[in-house]
């Protein structure tokens, strides 16, 4: 039976296990050997050439998920970014990037780009308008990310991708935060879909871990120069990341439903002075998202009135955690100006629209009612002048 006749939680379950055929174990075996066969062998496998069974096996999933030809799995999320770019770009050429970025992706860019001879441009808005304006006769890849993190923002992926088959440009998407679950680039014509895999995709705040999936000939070009920087990952580390990925879908459904009852839960609460999230219809950009989301995903932003203290509001959290990093079973909460955009100015978060009293929540699978209790009794001790 074909992948695309199979459904979404099928899918996770069993495409790219390994079949035990030694023990019949119901699990794939993990193979830890970092030295293999050369000889009278069909794939000479080595950890950092990305083809261990392991390593393989885990990326035709991600691809089916994805529905692309093939796929890879990298150390980090940022490997996965950095090697991508790096394998379509030269000393002359020219990117187009969106101005709201996640943190790492802008600061690689901002500071490893010249040393490349890279050149590259930051669009104004979102608005395919403005990525257009950019595009110059040296361009070669355009990049967004939808939604955007950490303010939610949408970006039109059709348009984008009209926009770079016009201008011959290889498009990329970071698709971390709304997962394989809730939108599928790849099926409206963007040609690289990249994950940070440390988060929705593991799940559990256990592994780090990146992702990419495209054509077989992009994912080629990106291998090459992936075995020479060498960002691989463990046989042990694919394993867990396989084992998590058998319950994205439950997981991933699980948090769309908690984080639309959260964000109206805020929207409606006196002390927010804002929430971001694109399932609310007060969302600029929430026609756009349902036109191509299946689900609006489990990150919300919001902002708490000027009379509320962010800081105490942090320290009064009991069940939700002020924690790095997202997309795991349990609930957490950031500061994106101390953690996720740390590396940017305040004068780059700034032209982002990322306040300091900004607050990023990524929503677990809790019982709703216990996470509500929890943000209403620590908002409450927030109140400044009590």
Known sequence: MKNKKLGLNTVCTHTGEIKDTQFKGAISPIYLSSSYAFDDVDVKRYPRYFNTP?????SKKIA????????MIFGSGMAAISTSL???LKKGDHIV?????YGGT?????EEFDKYGIEYSFTKSLDSKDF???IRNNTKVIYIETPSNPLLKITDIRKIVKLAKKHNLVSMIDNTFASSVNQLPATMGIDIVIHSATKYFGGHSDILAGAVAASADHIDRIFQLGKNLGGSLSDFTVWMLERSMKTLGIRVVAQNKNAMKLANFLEK?????RVYYPGLKSHEDYELAKSQMSGFGGMLSFELKSDYDVEIFFKSLKLIKPSMSLAGVESTILSPAKASHALLTPEERQKQGIADGLIRFSVGIEDRKDIIADLK????KAKKGK
């Open 64 to 71: 089916a998920l994805e529905h692309t030809e093939a796929a």
């Open 132 to 134: 257009k304006k950019e």
């Open 269 to 273: 609460d006196k002390a927010v002075a």
């Open 97 to 101: 990037l969106q101005n709201a970025l």
């Open 54 to 58: 392991n390593q393989q096996a885990l």
């Open 377 to 380: 009794q620590a908002i409450k």
């Open 106 to 110: 802008m600061n690689f860019v901002l």
């Open 86 to 88: 790096l394998a379509f």
